[in-house]
């Protein structure tokens, strides 16, 4: 699963993608950039201390820095190399400039996320559009043509597809189209670090929902600093911004949930992991993320949920409590359950 960052020139777009995962892009490199980040668990972290195992794994997301358009003078994110990178990514963050830029001009967040959200639709609707002509053309298509033009329609009053109700069947068939403003949106907001610890402006919430996508504050130079500080001396440097927690961890959690992701849980003395499922994923299916012969060979799921182990602390005073539920193939793993597959091949 890949999260792209995006935003326009001078946003600190690469600057925070290097923050975040520790990587320092070459500019002069127009090939995407990824970075892989561990999504932060307190869950997993309470069964390693259970557990003591040899291995402990958190769930990753992977992170795609893709190049600007060609022209820098334009005011412009997406030219036909970025269009094309953009949708390789099963999500987007739009990085906005929140502080002055190097003359000095005040930033505008709400107009760069409107006009970035203009970007996408646009680039949809050529998309749309040349294919509602060829299907046109061509006999047995009333249906994608019914649904390529409601689209059209939809994108053309400025809206991105990502507000358009779709159903689940609909969902699929736009799958292989990779429609830039159908995909989750993360705005996050890069401001100086005297402003890191206030909220989100209601000027920039309010434009990031009416665009259907979420919004954060982040602050590229702070994560940059947080990141050189030794472990014991972070605590302190946040505490004295009024920060709970890095941004990155905001951040990231955000990105996973952007997805639509869940973590089960796998717990034992060998090892304690985070596995990343899609939210509304059946038992059986799950299974296959550990292993495809778990999967063609199950048999049942022995499911405890998190809140319920911490407390109980082993799986069997879990079992004698009654917490310890058998499931069938067709049940959907919740967030945070803690379970062991039985399977037989």
């Not at 705005?187 to 979420?214: C, I, M, S, Y």
């Not at 299974?287 to 999967?295: C, N, Q, V």
Request: charged share 30%; proline share 6%.
């Amino acid at each position: 699963m890949k999260v792209g960052l995006a935003g326009f020139p001078g946003s600190g777009k690469t600057t925070v993608f290097a923050a975040l995962t520790g990587l320092r892009p070459d500019p002069a490199d127009r090939r995407p950039q990824l970075g892989t980040i561990k999504v932060p668990d307190a869950r997993i972290d309470v069964l390693a201390e259970i557990f003591q195992p040899k291995k402990t794994t958190y769930a990753e997301v992977s992170f795609v820095d893709f190049p600007p358009a060609r022209d820098p003078q334009k005011r412009t994110v997406l030219d036909a190399e970025a269009v094309t990178a953009l949708r390789d990514a099963d999500a987007l963050v739009e990085v906005v400039r929140g502080f002055p830029d190097l003359a000095g001009a005040a930033p505008q967040p709400a107009a760069d996320i409107e006009a970035f959200d203009t970007e996408l639709v646009l680039a949809d609707l050529g998309q749309v559009e040349k294919r509602l002509e060829r299907a046109k053309k061509e006999k047995g298509r009333e249906r994608e043509v019914a649904l390529l033009g409601r689209l059209a329609a939809h994108l053309e009053a400025g809206k991105p597809l990502r507000l358009l109700d779709l159903a689940a069947e609909e969902r699929s068939e736009l799958a292989g189209f990779a429609f830039l403003s159908l995909r989750p949106l993360l705005v996050v907001l890069n401001v100086p670090e005297a402003e890191v610890a206030k909220p989100v402006p209601e000027e920039v919430a309010a434009r990031a929902h009416a665009a259907g996508a979420e919004a954060m504050v982040l602050s590229a130079q702070v994560e940059a600093d947080v990141a050189e500080l030794e472990p014991e001396e972070r605590a302190a440097f946040l505490t004295d911004l009024g920060l709970a927690e890095t941004a990155r961890d905001r951040f990231v959690r955000a990105s996973y949930a952007l997805l639509d992701l869940i973590s089960f849980l796998t717990a034992g003395e060998d090892e304690c992991r985070a596995w990343p499922i899609r939210r509304g994923t059946p038992a059986r299916k799950a299974a296959g993320r550990i292993h495809s012969d778990i999967e063609r060979g199950f048999i049942r799921a022995e499911v405890v949920a998190f809140e319920d182990f911490k407390v109980l602390r082993s799986e069997a005073k879990a079992r004698e409590a009654g917490k310890l539920r058998l499931e069938g193939k067709d049940y959907v793993v919740q967030d945070g359950d803690i379970v062991h597959f039985r399977f037989a091949v």
